[in-house]
């Protein structure tokens, strides 16, 4: 975009560079509060690029105090989503380091109206937003809302199109999805049979995106073998229970169910009463202590997951790579999926 000559230049200039109101100039520039630290770098970083200040180090103290990080988790009976949170906690120390604070709310699950309306109460107080997003305009609109705003969002584990987040932070769910397909295949063997789906909510574009996976595989390279339906358990014992014990009450032969989302227990529970846990392969994600359980007596056979302390100080990374103007994602590697088994359990 072209400016006139640096003497010309006016504070309409440096908020379009900056992508902020000339009201926030205005407040950044006289030293005024109520500006996150993160604008006020953006906006000192942009007057200085267009010589309409010289020296940037008297607002130098606007900007250090810590960013307020604020961790938005669905809550739940899925036991990864709640270690997840539990270990903002406890890794405090790491984001001090960082010159952070974090903590974690949880909200109800699969309510896109609340996680909306909660972004934007919580964008209001936060200088920083990592969320597990769901597909739906109105959370669309409130990410967009944030960016506008000037505060941060990242989504995690599950993202969302078509939106001014900041970075995804979570693994390629698709590639997630075909591998749970190939390794329940690789267990079954090169035989027809039936096999399961059981999501948290096709409301996640990850558990969209995973299902997608794994039926594609089949159809590419297992056709043998035939998916018998895709049932949703919100992540819910309770509910992943009753689903389970349907589908093996519909398909007595049933060979293999995988458990795109949390609640593994409910499903274990109806393949133990049907007496089917030897046979069923059964493959699920999160190595949390019940999943490891579930390894370790043999109920579950694969479990596919990533390391949380690795996704909270990918988020830090970002989220300071932010603060000073570098690329979102700069030295930040590409997450690491695990594929544990009961013989490799860490």
């Not at 908020?15 to 604008?39: F, I, M, Q, W, Y």
């Not at 000037?150 to 199109?161: E, K, Q, R, Y």
């Amino acid at each position: 975009m072209d400016y006139p000559p640096p003497s010309r230049i006016r504070v309409p200039d440096v908020a379009r560079e900056a992508g902020v109101s000339a009201a926030t100039v205005d407040r950044v520039l006289h030293g005024r509060p109520g500006v996150r630290p993160v604008t006020v770098e953006r906006v000192v970083r942009a007057a200085a690029a267009l010589g309409y200040i010289l020296d940037t180090s008297p607002y130098a103290m606007q900007s250090r105090r810590p960013m307020r990080l604020v961790f938005l988790l669905p809550e739940g009976a899925n036991r990864f989503l709640s270690m997840l949170g539990q270990l903002v906690g406890e890794t405090r120390a790491r984001f001090e380091a960082f010159g952070m604070t974090a903590r974690a709310e949880f909200i109800r699950s699969f309510k896109p109206e609340l996680l909306a309306r909660t972004l934007r109460d919580v964008g209001r107080e936060a200088d920083g937003v990592a969320f597990m997003a769901l597909e739906h305009p109105a959370v669309r609109e409130a990410v967009n809302a944030l960016a506008e705003a000037g505060t941060p969002a990242v989504t995690l584990i599950s993202d969302t199109a078509n939106t001014r987040r900041a970075a995804y932070v979570g693994l390629d769910n698709r590639s997630t999805g075909r591998t749970a397909g190939y390794l329940m295949a690789r267990f079954i063997g090169r035989r027809p049979a039936k096999v399961a789906m059981i999501a948290g909510s096709l409301s996640y574009r990850a558990h969209e995106e995973r299902e997608m996976g794994f039926l594609h595989l089949f159809a590419e390279l297992f056709p043998m073998i035939e998916v018998v339906g895709l049932r949703e358990g919100h992540d819910d014992e309770a509910q992943n229970y009753r689903q389970a014990k349907t589908l093996l009450g519909r398909h007595p032969d049933l060979a293999g169910i995988y458990n795109i989302g949390g609640g593994a227990a409910g499903i274990a529970r109806a393949l133990r009463e049907a007496r089917r846990e030897a046979e069923t392969v059964f493959i699920g994600h999160g190595l949390t202590p019940d999943t490891r359980s579930l390894l370790i007596d043999g109920t579950m056979d694969v479990v596919i997951t990533q390391n949380p302390r690795a996704i909270l100080m990918d988020c830090a990374t970002i989220f300071d790579n932010l603060r000073a103007g570098r690329e979102a994602m700069s030295g930040v590697g590409r997450p690491v999926g695990e594929i544990i088994l009961r013989e490799n359990l860490p």
